[in-house]
């Protein structure tokens, strides 16, 4: 009579012994790889000096088609931050909500900015509604090239950013920033694994944000309303989705300057706030190798084909449709680095 408890209790052990292989043999990967090996042979950082202003910053971020770079103090002689995309997107948020002139931030330096406490859209929400500074405003997270990819994801994780700089300690020389999305295209390029340790469905293993935690916006809703959610929830993309169907009809991403293009100035750029996400994904950029690009898999999907997909497409996340390809869950590059430090 005990035959069938006994059965799956065994089947449910084993399952537990090949997870925990799993995570250990991914572990001991990033246990055996700096932060030097992760880094390109000809890229390149930009570093900006705190003094020069926000704005022209910007500009260089984008000219250089960077995301992130840290921030210089000549006052302290140390780093004391990072400056990314979505700030100068941020500090023009600011500018809309207060109907401060935006011919003033054309003067106003990096440093000046991000001290200025009245700038709530530069902050993030705590759980319990209040706001505090965002992580790479509040101190400079670094890593030397001979730190693990261990040491390197538990730093990520455990302080809440996606943008890790790698400093030679000898001279504080800035090598490279390093990103969930780059340790995970060295561990599918160059990891090898005889055991089939990753047959587990992403949804079994717990990887992602599925039901009712899943936050999604309308084609008809404008940037601004869609860069509040992003600020309210801690969220860097939001699923776009059919108000009547549920289907999946694009994704936004907090550090899409889109709407931008088409702006002359600060003015402009703040009226371009108001445009609807419908307009802004028209506008997009289509190119599929882009990380940001659309991507979907099912909640089916094992980790196996999760890390094979990864290995052909280097997206920053891919959202979990069902069979009439209504949204379901998103699984993003941070998930997937995360449930191997099992934190």
Same mark, same amino acid.
């Given at each position: 009579m005990?035959a069938?408890?006994?059965?799956?209790?065994?089947? @449910?052990?084993?399952?537990?012994?090949?997870?925990? !292989?799993?995570?250990?043999?991914?572990?001991?990967?990033? &246990? !055996? *790889?700096?932060?030097?090996?992760? +880094?390109?042979a000809?890229?390149k950082?930009?570093?900006?000096?705190?003094?020069?202003?926000?704005?022209?910053?910007?500009y260089?971020?984008?000219?250089?088609? +960077?995301?992130? !770079?840290?921030?210089w103090? $000549?006052?302290?002689c140390?780093?004391?931050?990072?400056?990314?995309v979505t700030?100068f997107?941020?500090?023009?948020? =600011?500018?809309?909500?207060?109907?401060?002139?935006?011919?003033?931030?054309?003067?106003?330096?990096? %440093?000046?900015v991000?001290?200025?406490?009245?700038?709530?859209? /530069?902050?993030?929400v705590?759980?319990?509604g209040?706001l505090e500074? /965002? $992580?790479?405003h509040a101190?400079?997270?670094?890593a030397?090239?001979?730190?693990t990819?261990?040491?390197?994801?538990?730093?990520?994780n455990?302080?809440?950013?996606?943008f890790l700089?790698?400093? +030679? $300690?000898? &001279? +504080?020389?800035v090598?490279?920033? #390093?990103? *969930?999305?780059?340790i995970?295209?060295h561990?599918?390029? @160059?990891?090898?694994?005889e055991?089939?340790?990753?047959?587990?469905?992403?949804y079994?293993?717990?990887?992602?944000t599925y039901?009712?935690?899943l936050?999604?916006?309308? $084609?008809?809703?404008?940037l601004?309303?869609?860069? &509040?959610?992003?600020?309210?929830?801690s969220?860097?993309?939001?699923?776009?989705?059919?108000p009547?169907t549920?289907?999946?009809? %694009?994704?936004?991403?907090?550090?899409?300057?889109t709407?931008?293009?088409?702006?002359?100035?600060?003015?402009?750029?703040?009226?371009?706030?108001d445009?609807?996400?419908?307009?802004?994904?028209?506008?997009?950029?289509?190119?599929?190798?882009t990380? &940001? !690009?659309? @991507?979907?898999?099912?909640?089916g =999907?094992?980790?196996?084909?999760?890390?094979? *997909?990864?290995?052909?497409?280097?997206?920053?996340?891919?959202?979990?449709?069902?069979?009439?390809?209504?949204?379901v869950? #998103?699984?993003?590059?941070r998930?997937?680095v995360?449930?191997?430090?099992?934190?």
């Amino acid at each position: 009579m005990n035959a069938e408890p006994e059965s799956a209790s065994f089947l @449910h052990n084993e399952q537990q012994v090949v997870r925990s !292989a799993g995570r250990q043999a991914i572990s001991a990967f990033l &246990d !055996a *790889y700096t932060c030097f090996s992760v +880094m390109r042979a000809s890229g390149k950082v930009v570093v900006f000096d705190v003094r020069i202003p926000i704005q022209l910053a910007f500009y260089a971020l984008v000219e250089h088609d +960077m995301l992130a !770079a840290p921030l210089w103090d $000549p006052a302290s002689c140390q780093f004391v931050g990072i400056l990314t995309v979505t700030d100068f997107i941020d500090v023009l948020r =600011h500018y809309k909500k207060t109907q401060a002139n935006p011919s003033t931030l054309g003067e106003r330096s990096i %440093g000046d900015v991000l001290a200025d406490t009245s700038i709530n859209t /530069l902050k993030r929400v705590r759980p319990d509604g209040s706001l505090e500074p /965002l $992580p790479y405003h509040a101190g400079f997270h670094s890593a030397d090239a001979s730190a693990t990819l261990k040491q390197a994801c538990l730093l990520l994780n455990r302080q809440s950013i996606d943008f890790l700089p790698i400093l +030679m $300690p000898d &001279d +504080m020389r800035v090598l490279a920033i #390093v990103t *969930y999305t780059n340790i995970l295209e060295h561990l599918v390029t @160059h990891f090898r694994e005889e055991r089939r340790l990753f047959d587990d469905t992403i949804y079994d293993l717990g990887i992602g944000t599925y039901g009712d935690k899943l936050i999604t916006a309308r $084609p008809n809703q404008t940037l601004s309303e869609a860069l &509040d959610l992003l600020q309210q929830h801690s969220l860097s993309a939001l699923p776009v989705v059919d108000p009547t169907t549920r289907k999946l009809v %694009g994704v936004y991403s907090r550090s899409d300057i889109t709407f931008l293009a088409p702006a002359s100035d600060a003015e402009d750029a703040i009226a371009n706030l108001d445009l609807t996400l419908e307009n802004i994904l028209s506008q997009a950029r289509t190119d599929v190798t882009t990380p &940001d !690009a659309l @991507h979907t898999c099912t909640v089916g =999907h094992t980790l196996q084909s999760i890390f094979e *997909y990864f290995a052909q497409l280097r997206f920053n996340r891919l959202y979990a449709v069902d069979e009439k390809d209504c949204v379901v869950g #998103v699984v993003s590059a941070r998930d997937l680095v995360a449930y191997f430090l099992d934190e």
